[in-house]
Nanobody
Framework: VQLQASGGGSVQSGGSLTLSCALSGHTVGNAVMGWFRQAPGRVREFVAGLGWSGTSTYYADSVKGRFTVSADNAKNTVILQMNNLMPEDTAVYYC???????????????????WGQGTQVTVSS
């Protein structure tokens, strides 16, 4: 199983970015997926996620109403649309998938078996 994240960049406060996570060796529709982020000196934290089969979405309180997570099943990709970005959103963003045959969603990064390489998001004030 491999995950390839893309779409990071630098924007000003209030701007938008779209992150994509292409999944191979696994099917988005049959996976529990998560987006996490890690800022310098901080622990990796949950941002948003998709439950198994993509029927449920989950968000950290800090991004609720600004970020939207969705699946493009045709492209086997998970998308994180980030709007109204703020400087505190600056971090390396990672996509992750739980192990095959696991259908329970969790916000704990330690329970995700597969990780993408991370993509930098920088928001300036």
């Amino acid at each position: 199983v491999q995950l390839q994240a893309s779409g990071g960049g630098s924007v000003q406060s209030g701007g938008s970015l779209t992150l994509s996570c292409a999944l191979s060796g696994h099917t988005v529709g049959n996976a529990v997926m998560g987006w996490f982020r890690q800022a310098p000196g901080r622990v990796r934290e949950f941002v948003a996620g998709l439950g198994w089969s993509g029927t449920s979405t989950y968000y950290a309180d800090s991004v609720k109403g600004r970020f939207t997570v969705s699946a493009d099943n045709a492209k086997n990709t998970v998308i994180l649309q980030m709007n109204n970005l703020m400087p505190e959103d600056t971090a390396v963003y990672y996509c992750a998938a739980r192990g095959k045959c696991i259908t329970v969603f969790t916000r704990s990064p330690g329970n995700y078996a597969y990780w993408g390489q991370g993509t930098q998001v920088t928001v300036s004030s």
